[in-house]
């Protein structure tokens, strides 16, 4: 089974504080991605990455930035934590191929606060 | 970008009941998904259906690509069913992006 991990399921933070979210994939994936979730708005695309090292802006990029050394690590970065900030992020991952290989598996989600 | 609209937003039904989700999207995808969202916030993936039809147990799913829409039917519906379900769309290759609708929620009752 595929499985995608994050590395915590609560966050409380300050306003201010640099946060690190990380993902996990272990299908050797190309794509992943990070949304965020906020009531009444559905998943939004923050960022996504198609490769190592590589990075590509989604629909709300502003105040967020990511790292991708390895293959199947993915992490969020936000710089310095703003209340607005407060939602339910969540990690994805696919792989790059003929249809069906790129259907999106998600992670269990990280609920952060910031306060 | 692509427009993703579900409908109806929310759904109320009584256990056994039958239900249809619909999906309507703006523009041509080679990328369409269901997802249920548990309680815990987990997407559980249910289908990926960029055309024709598909059954798992009580679930069925259809799209049509050419008329730009998607049903997903839930029959006999359980407690458990209950949750967020969304649709997503998007292209496949590189730039594999979804944009997702923002769900449909449904409540089944016992």
């Known amino acids: 089974d595929v499985k995608v991990t994050q590395s915590s399921r609560y966050l409380v933070k300050r306003t201010g504080e640099k946060v690190f979210l990380e993902c996990v994939q272990d299908?050797?994936?190309?794509?992943m991605f990070w949304y965020r979730q906020d009531p009444g708005l559905g998943l939004r695309l923050i960022y996504f990455?198609?490769?190592?090292?590589?990075?590509e802006k989604g629909d709300i990029p502003e105040g967020y930035s990511v790292s991708r050394e390895k293959k199947e690590r993915f992490s969020l970065i936000l710089e310095s934590a703003s209340t607005n900030q407060t939602s339910m992020y969540l990690c994805a991952s696919s792989s790059t191929g003929p249809s069906s290989y790129n259907e999106q598996f998600f992670g269990p989600g990280t609920r952060l606060t910031v306060l | 970008g692509i427009q993703v609209e579900q409908s109806p937003p929310d759904l109320i039904l009584q256990e056994g009941a039958n239900s249809t989700l619909r999906c309507n999207f703006s523009?041509?995808?080679?990328?369409l998904q269901w997802f249920h969202q548990n309680p815990w916030g987990q997407l559980i993936n249910l289908f990926y259906?960029?055309?024709g039809t598909k059954q798992n147990g009580r679930l069925s799913a259809t799209t049509v690509a050419t008329e730009r829409y998607s049903l997903l039917y839930i029959s006999s519906s359980q407690t458990t069913d209950s949750g967020v379900y969304f649709c997503a769309v998007g292209n496949t290759g590189a730039n594999s992006k979804l944009t997702f609708g923002k769900g449909i929620t449904l409540s089944v009752r016992p």
């Open positions: 990455s198609y490769d190592v090292k590589m990075k």
């Open positions: 299908m050797d994936h190309e794509n």
């Open positions: 259906i960029p055309s």
């Open positions: 523009d041509s995808v080679n990328n």
